[in-house]
């Protein structure tokens, strides 16, 4: 299995919602991204998880709240978004700690739209 | 921040013609990572060239790094419609993120 999975595909949500991205991959990999790409730009990292522990935090709005509950899932909860998150969030895992520079697998996405 | 820049922003070629695209970066790095993304979808890992290595081939890819002029290019041989997609390279320096270059926009036309 070399899948990364993500749920929702799409998700609308208004300013005042509260909803959770997720992310799932079975290749045993040890580090969990989360990135966020706007239209025609390249995606830019948000989070990483290294042996389940937070070890980047890009400076994100707290309004962005990760959760990684074991080796193989990771969350994103969303709470009082702005409209200019809308984007398309995207979870990657490499094999080794991100110290490791291996290549990422990414899931599909979440296309977000917040009214 | 984006580290690479991509060359060109947008490329139109027939089917059967070679494409190359080309990023510069800033800093130096462990790596550079060439990664393709179909409209909307996730990322697809395509080749990793480390900083000692000048040449690496991978089926119709072949990627060149050249240290000494922070630059790396990507061809691809003998297009296909299906190689359709936006091409991103990345670069991993020191802080072992992985920093998107800006992307090319490559349409092959049948």
């Known amino acids: 299995d070399t899948e990364v999975t993500q749920t929702p595909k799409h998700l609308v949500m208004g300013m005042t919602n509260k909803k959770s991205l997720k992310c799932e991959q079975h290749?045993?990999?040890?580090?969990m991204y989360w990135y966020k790409q706007k239209a025609k730009k390249p995606p830019e990292l948000m989070f990483v998880y290294s042996y389940e522990k937070l070890s980047i935090n890009e400076s994100v709005p707290s309004r962005f709240s990760p959760e990684c509950p074991n080796s193989s899932l990771l969350n994103l909860h969303l709470h009082a978004l702005q409209p200019e998150d809308s984007a398309l969030y995207l979870c990657?895992?490499?094999?080794?700690?991100?110290?490791?520079?291996?290549?990422?697998?990414f899931g599909p996405g979440t296309r977000l739209t917040v009214t | 921040s984006q580290q690479g820049e991509e060359d060109p922003q947008a490329l139109s070629i027939q089917e059967g013609e070679n494409a190359t695209m080309n990023c510069s970066y800033k800093t130096s790095i462990n790596n550079l990572q060439w990664y393709r993304q179909n409209s909307g979808r996730g990322l697809v890992h395509l080749i990793l060239i480390r900083s000692n290595e000048r040449e690496k081939h991978s089926g119709r890819l072949r990627v060149t790094l050249d240290t000494s002029k922070k630059s790396s290019s990507l061809l691809i041989t003998a297009s296909r419609a299906a190689d359709t997609a936006s091409y991103f390279c990345?670069?991993?320096?020191?802080?072992?993120?992985?920093?998107f270059g800006t992307g090319t926009l490559l349409a092959v036309q049948p």
């Open positions: 990345a670069t991993r320096g020191a802080t072992n993120k992985l920093i």
């Open positions: 290749m045993g990999h040890r580090a």
């Open positions: 990657a895992s490499s094999q080794g700690a991100i110290a490791t520079g291996s290549e990422q697998y």
